[in-house]
């Protein structure tokens, strides 16, 4: 092992660390998206915030997860309130991400230390590094965010005091924003909901009535909802959307009732609750009956969000397992020592550098998209389809992460104060925010069907295919090439199947295109970083990778002879980021084949 490998034993547990300067994953692909003047600044913003996380964030939202929030819908005197009591670390952490760091406010204004905004590839990227602490909090980070995208987009100014308030740094001119969709009787089905939105005396004001079943940072001042107008048509094209505030402008408290909130699994920092509204005063968001499509726009940042939150849960359920691979001897041997235990780690980091990858390109794309303004381009396309892919694998892959890291802790990790458990309690909603698995994989058929995103997609993995030309990548390419004619005999397939077909293979219709996207992906990165860096490292993470997903081995593998994982090598490339000789990986593939 060289001096570049990290020694994950010098460290107690994954805190009083700098969780930026640790992930050289997330360093790698934050390089690879950010414009190069964007990164250059970014870099050490994002070092300064991973310290801040990994000194002082991580403690408090372990504390905050413990004692959590308390409603307070009356006074004692019977007058609606409509609070939340929140622990008082939560308003220490709001001063380090909305003022300090600014993360609601650099994608829509120019920095403290800069002349423009950057781009919101900059602001998932700080959300992934909260997320290392405290998703449950990314929650209203995010959805400020969003709500803040939706009135940028569709208000005619009639709302700016809102939108500033969302994009302000000065915390005391700070509002959060939220996302009420959900209604008991409607879940994904969007389309049947049924809050209605009757018209006042003036002009784009209305009062709402109805019930929101989950809603999340339930008092939002910027809460944005989905409505129905007098005569409004069924489903998603009748449905208008509305920014409805916690309190009047007046400062009364708005005419609805909070009335309760949920006792949840997980992502305690994040209160969520039901809301009757009651006559809540309302203020209607560009045009009537195209709330859908408005409210469209901040599900795929929301979506991003979710990928990039899981990304951060990975890292730090990751890093806790390498740490206590590092640390915990069994039989007189660190267990990172032991074979099996080493595959293991080589695998979740695989996972987590497969992870990082594809959702990090999704943002890419989004980004670009969002930049340039254009729904007619590859960029658009290849947002629709990457976008609900990410969420979907990348949620499922946090969850088996986490629970794995929680194991290699063994008791420890059961037990509160050893962070997995909070990790895996919040890590289970991530397949449930932002829409289910099934819901995801429709939206996949959707993008190929309506926006046409196979047209984008096929060019797209192509010119980074025909692009590897380093002999130990060629071998792995060539799989990756078969996998793509699978893929794309699996799309003409669909193409001419019925829809009750299509659904039914959707799900792994989106497996395979995750698999397929990611592979190339990694392939373009070990070629780069061989040119650029002489390092093969990426490398071996796309030959597990590519191992492990297309691999059709006999007896599981086990009569193969195969003992890469287990190798010093392998395993500190992979799991410690030590640096590999790009010529090592030529004699190494030429052994395999003999």
């Known amino acids: 092992m060289s001096s570049d490998a990290i020694d994950y034993g010098n460290l107690d547990e994954g805190r009083d660390c700098n969780y930026w300067e640790l992930d050289r994953t997330l360093q790698f692909e934050a390089r690879r998206i950010y414009p190069d003047d964007e990164f250059e600044w970014a870099d050490g913003v994002l070092s300064e915030f991973g310290a801040v996380l990994g000194h002082r964030m991580a403690d408090t939202a372990d504390r905050i997860d413990e004692a959590g929030h308390e409603l307070r819908s009356f006074d004692k005197y019977g007058n609606r309130r409509n609070e939340v009591e929140y622990h008082p670390l939560v308003h220490e952490q709001e001063e380090i991400v909305y003022e300090q760091f600014g993360v609601t406010h650099d994608a829509f204004h120019a920095p403290p230390d800069r002349e423009e905004p950057v781009g919101l590839s900059h602001t998932l990227t700080m959300q992934a590094l909260l997320s290392y602490v405290d998703s449950g909090f990314c929650c209203p980070v995010s959805m400020t965010t969003g709500a803040a995208i939706v009135l940028d987009k569709f208000d005619d100014g009639d709302l700016g005091e809102y939108f500033e308030g969302l994009t302000a740094r000065n915390l005391e001119d700070h509002i959060e924003g939220a996302m009420f969709l959900t209604e008991e009787q409607g879940g994904s089905d969007v389309g049947a909901n049924e809050v209605r939105a009757e018209s006042t005396d003036e002009d784009g004001v209305y009062e709402l009535y109805g019930e929101k079943w989950f809603c999340s940072n339930i008092d939002a001042e910027g809460a944005l909802a989905l409505a129905r107008t007098p005569d409004a048509p069924e489903g998603t094209a009748g449905l208008s959307l509305f920014l409805v505030p916690r309190t009047k402008p007046s400062g009364e408290v708005n005419d609805s009732h909070f009335r309760r909130l949920k006792d949840k699994l997980g992502t305690i920092s994040v209160p969520t609750g039901e809301i009757e509204f009651q006559g809540a005063e309302a203020y209607l968001v560009g045009e009537e009956q195209a709330g859908f499509k408005y409210m469209a726009e901040m599900m795929n940042f929301e979506r991003l969000t979710n990928a990039t939150g899981a990304i951060g849960v990975m890292g730090r359920a990751l890093l806790e397992a390498k740490v206590r691979a590092a640390n915990r001897e069994a039989f007189g041997t660190p267990i990172e020592e032991y074979p099996l235990l080493r595959r293991d780690l080589v695998d979740m980091a695989v996972d987590y550098e497969a ?240």
């Open 355 to 594: 992870a990082v990858a594809f959702s990090f390109e999704a943002a890419r794309v989004y980004d670009e998209r969002e930049r340039t303004g254009e729904d007619e381009s590859a960029a658009y396309q290849l947002m629709r389809l990457f976008v609900p892919i990410a969420k979907y694998k990348t949620a499922r892959m946090a969850v088996d992460t986490t629970s794995y890291a929680m194991e290699i802790l063994g008791g420890n990790g059961y037990v509160r104060e050893h962070t997995t458990e909070r990790l895996l309690r919040d890590a289970q909603v991530l397949p449930i925010w932002e829409g289910p698995s099934n819901i995801l994989a429709l939206d996949v058929l959707r993008a190929l069907n309506r926006e046409n995103a196979h047209e984008a997609l096929l060019p797209y993995v192509r010119e980074k295919l025909d692009a590897v030309d380093h002999p130990a990548l060629e071998p792995i390419a060539a799989e990756v090439k078969s996998a793509f004619r699978d893929l794309q005999d699996a799309l003409g397939t669909l193409a001419v199947e019925d829809e009750d077909y299509a659904q039914y293979h959707a799900k792994r219709l989106s497996d395979l295109l995750f698999d397929v996207v990611t592979a190339a992906l990694l392939l373009g990165e070990a070629q780069w970083q061989i040119d650029e860096e002489e390092n093969g490292r990426k490398a071996l993470v796309a030959r597990r990778f590519v191992a492990t997903r297309f691999g059709d081995e006999d007896a599981y593998g086990v009569t193969s002879g195969n003992r890469s994982a287990m190798e010093d090598d392998v395993f500190a490339s992979i799991v410690k980021y030590d640096t590999v000789n790009p010529a090592s990986l030529v004699d190494a593939e030429a052994q395999a084949s003999e």
